[in-house]
């Protein structure tokens, strides 16, 4: 007797859906098309559920859950779009945008960021939250690269990246609340690692202007991602 | 027919709001038909006039002034608008937001300054609130618009859709940065 993943039924926005029982709401979703928002959420990185921008109902759950982490279940039926989920994306939005210093108009990723893109597709034209302008500081002590506190999100793609497609783990989160940031190796300026590889890979995962390349300016910023599903794949078909 | 009383108000941005309003070019003579600007840098009312029916807002509220004329504009005006990311955001005025004043002072008029480092622009001149803050968080706004600035078509269309009374979505035409 064959024994494979077993098929789940359920219906995503009402439209009837078959999916292997380990894959979670998200994939699902996309492959039949219907988008799901998501900011922390990259294909080929480990999902953690941390922006909570991919929020879906789920009938006779009260809570919305995380599309990313949760997987299908038999007869779910899954809603990706309402009215309550509209206000709990934006307040996501509001608060990443109210607890660091986001100044477009001067950013290296204006015009090529994914918090920016997002604000515009959901019409936060103003916060209804009042910004907070903590002080962050910059690290351009990488010869090659520059960490701007100033616009993280801490969606950890960098840290994600380090760890399970470069193997490095150069980065990590530090602290909590509004006081959390990342750091490189043990909190040190991060041209002192003596981890990183200069790879670059956090640089291009990295949805905002929090990470990217010395030499670019306003609006040159632009992060390419392609490498991620081939290097995953490699990767997986290694270990088989 | 009575022409939609309108004014502008330039605060704490750059004046490049006000350029792209000009960047209308020859729709600003259209718009004329319908409107009149009864107070702007670009005309020379003195006093901030009653009755307003639309007031749109560049820049934040950064000193005292500012606050002050804001609160006056609001209680004679019927419709604010908010116009580009300085009003909205706090934007690049802003990022002095996370010094104290005096830090700012000591670093212009000491560190920065090779002559005269005692003197201050503490007379005459209008005194610094603590941040440069949006409009919206000391009195209500209508409608936003951002970007640095919005571009041209999308002021025409806010404008011309406020002037006839209606609050348009303008999240769409514009973004924060474009
Ligand atoms: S990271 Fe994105 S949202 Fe933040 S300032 Fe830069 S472009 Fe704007
Ligand atoms: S630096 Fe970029 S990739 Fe890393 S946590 Fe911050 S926003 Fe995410």
């Not at chain 1, 009215?83 to 090529?112: A, I, K």
């Not at chain 2, 004046?15 to 009149?36: F, N, V, W």
């Not at chain 2, 807002?57 to 504009?73: A, H, P, Q």
Request: with cysteine.
């Amino acid at each position: 007797m064959i024994t494979g993943p077993r098929i789940k039924t359920l219906t995503i926005d009402d439209k009837p859906v078959g999916a292997r029982e380990d894959e979670t709401i998200l994939t699902i979703a996309r492959e039949n098309g219907i988008r799901i928002p998501t900011l922390c959420h990259l294909e080929g990185l480990t999902p953690i559920g941390g922006c909570r921008l991919c929020l879906v109902e789920v009938k006779g759950i009260a809570r919305p859950v995380a599309a990313c982490v949760t997987s299908v279940q038999e007869g779910m039926e899954v809603t990706t779009d309402s009215p309550r989920l509209t206000q709990y994306r934006r307040m996501v939005l509001e608060l990443l945008f109210s607890e660091r210093n986001h100044v477009c108009s001067v950013c290296v990723s204006n015009g090529g960021c994914d918090l920016q893109d997002l604000a515009q597709e959901f019409g936060l034209t103003h916060l209804t939250v009042p910004y907070q302008y903590p002080r962050h500081k910059v690290d351009a002590s990488h010869p090659w690269f520059t960490l701007d506190h100033n616009r993280c999100i801490l969606c950890t793609r960098c840290v994600r990246v380090c760890d399970e497609i470069e193997g490095a783990h150069t980065w990590d989160l530090f602290g909590r609340g509004m006081q959390a940031r990342v750091i490189t190796d043990l909190n040190q300026p991060w041209g002192s690692s003596q981890t990183c590889t200069g790879c670059g890979k956090c640089v291009h995962v990295c949805p905002t202007g929090a990470l990217s390349e010395k030499g670019k300016s306003v609006r040159e910023m632009r992060k390419s991602r392609e490498f991620l599903p081939y290097l995953r794949l490699m990767r997986q078909g290694r270990q088989v | 027919m009575n022409k939609v009383r309108v004014a502008t108000l330039w605060l704490d941005g750059c004046s490049g709001c006000h350029m792209s309003l000009l960047d209308m070019d020859e729709r600003l003579i259209a718009l004329t038909e319908k409107i009149e600007i009864v107070y702007s840098p670009l005309v020379d009312t003195k006093e901030f006039p009653q009755g307003v029916d639309l007031t749109v807002i560049e820049g934040g509220i950064s000193s005292e002034e500012d606050l002050e004329k804001i609160r006056t504009v609001r209680a004679n005006t019927k419709v604010l608008l908010a116009l580009g990311d300085c009003a909205i955001t706090g934007n690049v005025p802003a990022m002095r937001n996370t010094f104290p004043v005096s830090e700012i002072f000591k670093r212009v008029y000491e560190e920065n300054s090779d002559f005269n480092q005692e003197v201050k622009p503490v007379l005459v001149v209008p005194a610094l609130l603590p941040k440069s803050r949006p409009v919206h968080e000391f009195v209500a706004v209508d409608a936003y618009l951002p970007g640095c600035p919005p571009p041209a078509d999308a002021i025409f269309f806010a404008l011309s859709e406020l002037s006839e009374g209606r609050v348009p979505e303008l999240g769409s035409l514009s973004r924060f940065g474009r």
